[in-house]
């Protein structure tokens, strides 16, 4: 059985996958109003993730550095 915590953090991540999924093709304008605006919403998402995480998973949070450093290489 999982506790509150997981389940928001599933929530959580499950949204943030769902709104990176559904960019927006920014086409010749990088800079088109639509892709402003959800690009801003998926780095307040993710940064609200990464926070929730730090917060309610310090013992775990090692290891996701760990990964997503070895993503970012």
Same mark, same amino acid.
């Given at each position: 059985?999982?506790?509150? @915590?997981?389940?928001? /953090? $599933?929530?959580?991540?499950?949204? &943030?996958?769902? @709104?990176? !999924?559904? +960019?927006?093709?920014?086409? @010749?304008? %990088?800079? =088109? #109003? &639509?892709?402003? $605006?959800?690009? #801003?919403? +998926? !780095?307040? +998402?993710?940064? #609200? /993730?990464?926070?929730? &995480? @730090?917060?309610?998973?310090?013992? *775990? !949070?090692? *290891? %996701?550095?760990? =990964?997503?450093?070895? %993503? &970012?290489?």
């Amino acid at each position: 059985m999982m506790d509150r @915590d997981t389940k928001d /953090c $599933i929530k959580m991540m499950r949204d &943030l996958v769902s @709104d990176v !999924q559904g +960019a927006p093709y920014p086409g @010749d304008d %990088i800079k =088109s #109003e &639509l892709y402003a $605006i959800w690009y #801003e919403h +998926a !780095q307040r +998402a993710a940064v #609200e /993730c990464f926070e929730f &995480l @730090d917060a309610n998973f310090p013992l *775990e !949070q090692k *290891e %996701i550095n760990k =990964s997503v450093d070895k %993503i &970012l290489q």
